[in-house]
């Protein structure tokens, strides 16, 4: 098998194979950009090498081979003693992991090669310095000697300088830190830096395979949910170097602006430098656009291969480059990530200049950006003290304690405290405690930095390259020329703008939630920017949905809102919520009555209440369906705790008596074992079936409430849903005594009342029995809820804080399947009942009210399931459009 492809046999296409870096490489070589030679070890030998422990047996002669063309095109060898040829061997995934692998430059230097590298006088201290490189990236990475001992040494050395950055190194210096590096290598290792090339060469490839497996790339490929058996490409590539003097240097490059979508060059520059300088954050870099006046040559050329890129692709691209005495060379470029507010840009403007089609457009934008756009922000209205500035990273706006170490983000984030993490930079050490973190702080670095660059991909709030503010780590606080801010001390920070506050800032809506509470109304030319980028993405997926979409909502205020944010009727009106507060004492009575006249007059006092309710969501449904869900959870929930009852009782009996030995650690370890029933019991259809007039009293309230309406002229539509059938019988049973009412209330009031009576599929035997309970149901409801509760048998109540986090962390799901559909099991069943039901009953008309229909990934499911509408809470209506159009494409 081939394992190793030159820049020019790949292409974008093959990411799979070549890693999204090396296609991308590839792409670029072939259309004449200039990047700088070299070839890709593909992922399947990765995956030879993590399933076997060894490489391909054919690895290293394809690896020599290519590496002897390469030679041969270069006129030089691979570490030539007079004028070495150098490789950088990076890694690049199917997926972007940015900084979660390793990278070892500058290989094919050695003791004898610095010299030829070196050998004019002007590039003595660039030869030394690279070779430090090598050493320190080779010793760390490849020998395991930890990372931290290598930049001891280096502080160390600076610190005897006084020299503030690395650049102030002389020759001598960089000598001496080579040796002692070497030194610790072999102290820490027993083993030497090895000198020969080639082995440099071979063991690296090695270390960049095993680097998939490294920590921070698992906890990584955890939380995007990438799979772990995908293994990474090798790009192995001519070293160019941009840290060769002043007409040298190495940047970053947006063909937009990935924080707002603004079109233009954008980036970070850093002159006499190399790429890891600018990502890592530690010198500040410049905004790209001095380039111009450094190198206005470099710039111009630079400004055409983004454009070329941008019309290539056509999409935001970043790219890496490196000049190297005034020569561009393009390293890397992929389709960007950018903030939501600039996907929905992007995409329109990209719309607008006709590159792509306004369903691409749609195609491009998603839900959960969407929603996060409807997050809000925080008032600036009142006067507050700017604490410090910085580049505004990742928008947002967030609230937290300052900490100022991953492990204590970690620590008491999980103790449920909210933490801002404040860093100089941040390294793909600090993941856990970003993951941890609502906002990440860094008081270096540009918008490409570390920080910016993963916290953007997280969706985190993040502001880098605060400078005026200086991070303490050891003492645990920051200071500002006006404050000093020690751990625990509660910030805000506001990705939006790069703007740091004192104190908890209190939050303002943001726009685009506003643009949907007044309606989705199509927006004034002087609305911002970003609410008519939504509108019109919103237009273009309402156009293009198959599926309506209802909301789940139990009050007209909601109903209000649910229609404001587009929704097409409710899909779920929960009557228990109507149960509850000071109502419960009527409900109490019902329960507790000792014989039928008892219980008459507490359904008789519920029932004027009850049909108020009704009115209500009716009237702000009017001309909408409205699915009015039958009582559905068990009656304990609406009586006093049972533990309560019981302690009180244990008390009494116990008075005067001593506790048992161990009782206090018994009664923890009975409360921590404790397991709710999960809702298994006597709720749904069976308690409408046990509790006599509970069904009647109920339907009697919608029917009134219906003739109530039609009486001032409205339009209601109300329909009637069984909640938790699991046999046509029970569902019979009820639509019989549904169709009594009905009949008696359209007889009493003159006008006739006919409500769809439906059901939810929400057990594994209703879809199962799909076809027989089609016969009697006007309409299907998945109760995802309890359907996903069911059919892995999981309490919905408590197996979340119980285990999930385990289990996520062994693979058993990416997702809660609570959040996201679980496909194959419960979508299975879904799949089987709407086929069943569709085959018995073909006008039957089919939807999903549990809390996967407000979840981007599930609502494609239920378009591809046939679904004729999703049901969400009101917030996510405009997510569920949003994603129904794009699942339509
Ligand atoms: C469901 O089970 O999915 C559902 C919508 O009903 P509830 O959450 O009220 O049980
Ligand atoms: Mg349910």
């Known amino acids: 098998p081939k394992y190793v492809y030159d820049f020019a046999e790949g292409g974008r296409d093959m990411a799979d194979l070549l890693g999204g870096k090396g296609a991308n490489l590839a792409e670029m070589a072939g259309m004449g950009l200039p990047v700088p030679p070299g070839f890709t070890v593909t992922t399947d030998a990765c995956r030879v090498f993590l399933a076997t422990g060894e490489p391909p047996p054919e690895l290293e002669g394809q690896v020599a081979e290519h590496l002897a063309a390469l030679e041969r095109a270069a006129g030089r060898r691979l570490g030539q003693v007079d004028d070495p040829l150098l490789l950088s061997v990076r890694s690049g995934a199917r997926f972007s992991m940015p900084g979660m692998m390793e990278t070892i430059l500058d290989i094919g230097l050695n003791d004898l090669s610095v010299l030829g590298l070196g050998r004019t006088p002007d590039r003595e201290r660039f030869a030394w310095d690279s070779y430090r490189r090598l050493v320190q990236m080779f010793g760390s990475t490849v020998m395991g000697v930890p990372s931290a001992r290598f930049e001891a040494v280096l502080a160390g050395i600076k610190k005897q300088h006084r020299a503030a950055d690395d650049t102030r190194l002389d020759t001598c210096d960089l000598i001496r830190l080579v040796e002692t590096y070497q030194d610790l290598i072999l102290e820490e290792t027993g083993q030497e830096f090895p000198q020969d090339p080639a082995e440099q060469l071979q063991r690296a490839v090695l270390a960049v395979f095993t680097s998939w497996n490294g920590e921070r790339a698992r906890i990584y490929r955890r939380r995007e949910h990438i799979p772990d058996d995908l293994g990474t490409a090798v790009n192995i590539q001519t070293m160019v170097f941009g840290n060769l003097g002043p007409d040298s240097g190495s940047g970053v490059a947006f063909t937009r602006d990935p924080a707002t979508g603004q079109p233009g060059v954008y980036g970070d520059y850093l002159q006499n430098a190399q790429g890891e300088d600018v990502v890592a954050g530690i010198r500040n870099t410049v905004p790209l656009q001095q380039l111009e006046n450094l190198d206005p040559a470099s710039f111009v050329r630079l400004r055409d291969c983004v454009q070329r890129l941008e019309a290539h692709y056509r999409d935001l691209c970043d790219i890496e480059f490196t000049i190297e005495r005034g020569t561009l060379w393009m390293l890397q470029t992929r389709v960007g990530k950018r903030t939501p507010q600039a996907a929905f840009a992007i995409a329109g403007q990209l719309a607008d200049e006709g590159l792509i089609s306004p369903e691409e457009a749609l195609a491009r934008v998603g839900g959960h950006g969407l929603a996060r756009l409807m997050f809000p922000r925080f008032d600036t209205s009142g006067t507050r003290e700017v604490l410090a500035r910085g580049i505004p990273a990742s928008p947002g706006a967030a609230v937290g304690a300052a900490v100022f170490d991953s492990a204590e983000a970690v620590r008491r984030s999980a103790a449920g405290e909210k933490v801002v993490l404040v860093r100089q930079e941040t390294t793909p050490d600090d993941l856990p405690g970003m993951i941890a973190a609502e906002a990440v702080l860094t008081s270096r670095g540009g918008k490409t930095s570390h920080a910016a660059v993963v916290a953007r991909g997280m969706g985190k709030v993040c502001v880098c390259g605060a400078e005026g503010i200086a991070v303490d780590p050891d003492g645990r606080l920051f200071s500002t020329p006006a404050a000093t801010v020690r751990e625990g001390t509660v910030i805000s920070v506001d990705g939006s703008e790069g703007l740091v506050f004192q104190g908890a800032m209190p939050l303002a809506d943001s726009p685009v939630m506003r643009y949907f509470e007044e309606g989705g109304q199509p927006p004034a030319d002087s609305a911002p920017q970003v609410v008519r980028d939504v509108h019109r993405l919103m237009g273009e997926a309402d156009s293009a949905r198959r599926m309506e979409v209802r909301a789940n909502a139990d009050t007209p205020e909601d109903a209000a809102r649910a229609r404001r944010f587009g929704a097409q009727g409710i899909g779920l009106c929960r009557t228990e919520h109507m149960f509850l507060g000071d109502r419960r004492p009527l409900v109490e009575a019902m329960i507790l009555a000792r014989d039928d006249t008892e219980r008459e007059s507490a359904l008789n006092a519920l029932l004027p209440l009850q049909r108020q309710d009704f009115i209500g969501i009716l009237e702000a449904m009017d001309g909408l369906p409205v699915t009015i869900r039958l009582l559905d959870p068990p009656l304990h929930e609406f009586l006093p705790d049972l533990t309560e009852l019981s302690v009180r009782a244990a008390r009494r009996d116990a008075l005067g008596q001593q506790p048992e030995p161990r009782e206090a650690e018994l009664l923890a370890a009975v409360a921590r074992m404790h397991e709710e029933n999960p809702m298994l019991g006597l709720r749904g259809v069976r308690l409408g079936l046990v509790v006599p007039g509970l069904v009647a009293m109920q339907v009697r309230a919608v029917a009134e409430a219906v003739v109530a309406r039609k009486r001032a002229g409205g339009d209601p539509r109300a329909e009637i849903m069984v909640p938790l059938v699991g046999a046509v019988e029970e569902l019979r049973l009820v639509r019989e005594e549904v169709a009594r009412v009905l009949k008696r209330v359209s007889a009493g009031s003159g006008i006739a009342v006919d409500c769809p009576v439906g059901t939810m599929i929400e057990l594994p ?60 099991g419960v979508g299975r069943l879904v799949r089987i009942a709407v086929a069943e039901g569709r085959a018995a009953r073909p006008e039957l008309k089919i939807g999903v009210c549990g809390e996967h229909g407000g979840d981007p990934d599930s609502v494609r499911f239920f378009h591809d399931a046939g679904l004729d509408y999703v049901s969400c809470s009101p917030f996510r209506v405009p997510v569920a459009r949003l994603e129904a159009g794009r699942a339509a494409l």
Request: proline share 3%; net charge negative.
């Open 765 to 824: 035997r209703a879809a199962l029995t799909a076809d027989r309970i089609a016969q009697d149901a006007d309409f299907f409801s998945f109760g995802t809820n309890d359907l996903t509760q069911t059919t892995w048998g999981f309490s919905r109540d408590d197996v979340e804080a119980a285990f999930f986090s385990a289990y996520l962390d062994k693979g058993v799901f990416p997702t809660s399947p609570f959040e996201t559909i679980d496909r194959e």
